[in-house]
């Protein structure tokens, strides 16, 4: 989770309420979302070379590729399990559904919730969807903002017994759906991409687990989980739901976190597939 200091994105659920097929689909605030977003690239050039569909994030930790092949790649070739085929957002349905229960009015109410479930259950396992789509031939993200100041990936904390790929898809229902049923289209969670670890309650998760650390207190795992060519995304009102550009929160741990910041290096095996319309 991270804290807002200023940034780039779309609100979907608020913006597109039916799949846009052509430019004179957009809504006004659409066309200035655009604005902003050329204005953004033309003011802070990606760190990369674009070239032919192929986009190189960073020059750490490997790199970030894009396909642009609007017919697709040969899934025959290579292992299938490192293409991501992503589909645009004018694809997709986004409404909102009543608000959620806020659990934490503040830090110090989050800590001791943390401490009393530690109590009760042991270690906090978490897990986080990461879900991607293109949006102006750029592979974004979908995050969502609490209180206009924090943003979190879709997911949460599983129950005692439940299993890491049955606790996701609830969450991802009760966050983004109407029913628990997925609304009839089932999640496809993906491969593991990294796991984070919290050493105390007080500290941020950290990709280390250092051997002095005996008791950790929270295990955070995060799936790609892979979107089909439509879907209908039904978001509570109390949480917006953003699409933010892959290059905007590499590497930004100061607004995005330690977490969502990492994710376009966890996300560098794979050759991410634009499907076109």
């Known amino acids: 989770m991270g804290k807002v200091e200023g940034h780039f994105g779309l609100v979907v659920n608020s913006i597109y309420t039916q799949p846009l097929r052509s430019q004179a689909t957009f809504p006004l605030?659409?066309?200035?979302?655009?604005?902003?977003?050329?204005s953004f690239f033309s003011l802070c050039p990606l760190r990369s070379?674009?070239?032919f569909g192929q986009l190189k994030m960073g020059d750490e930790?490997?790199?970030?590729?894009?396909?642009?092949?609007?017919?697709?790649?040969?899934?025959?070739?290579?292992?299938?399990?490192r293409i991501l085929d992503i589909y645009p957002l004018s694809s997709y349905y986004f409404s909102s559904k009543e608000a959620l229960p806020i659990k934490d009015e503040s830090v110090a109410d989050r800590l001791q919730r943390m401490k009393s479930s530690y109590a009760a259950y042991g270690l906090r396992t978490c897990v986080e969807a990461v879900i991607l789509v293109e949006l102006f031939k750029h592979p974004h993200i979908l995050l969502?903002?609490?209180?206009n100041c924090m943003f979190k990936l879709?997911?949460?904390r599983l129950r005692p017994g439940e299993s890491e790929i049955d606790g996701l898809k609830r969450k991802l229902s009760r966050k983004l759906c109407v029913?628990?049923?997925?609304?009839?289209?089932?999640?496809?969670?993906?491969?593991c991409l990294g796991v984070w670890w919290r050493h105390d309650f007080d500290t941020l998760l950290s990709r280390d687990l250092p051997s002095k650390v005996k008791n950790p207190k929270e295990c955070t795992k995060l799936f790609i989980v892979r979107l089909p060519d439509c879907r209908k995304f039904v978001a509570p009102k109390n949480l917006k739901l953003l699409?933010?550009?892959?290059?905007?929160?590499?590497?930004?741990?100061?607004?995005y976190g330690p977490v969502i910041s990492g994710v376009p290096e966890m996300l560098s095996k794979f050759t991410i597939n634009i499907i076109e319309d």
């Not at 605030?29 to 050329?38: A, D, G, K």
């Not at 029913?179 to 491969?191: F, K, M, R």
């Open 243 to 255: 699409a933010i550009p892959l290059c905007q929160i590499n590497k930004n741990q100061e607004t």
């Open 29 to 38: 605030l659409s066309l200035f979302s655009f604005y902003l977003f050329t």
């Open 154 to 156: 879709p997911g949460g």
């Open 179 to 191: 029913n628990p049923d997925a609304d009839g289209i089932p999640w496809e969670v993906g491969e």
């Open 144 to 147: 969502l903002q609490v209180r």
């Open 61 to 81: 930790g490997g790199s970030l590729h894009v396909s642009n092949d609007s017919n697709g790649l040969d899934h025959d070739n290579g292992d299938q399990s």
């Open 49 to 51: 070379s674009l070239s």
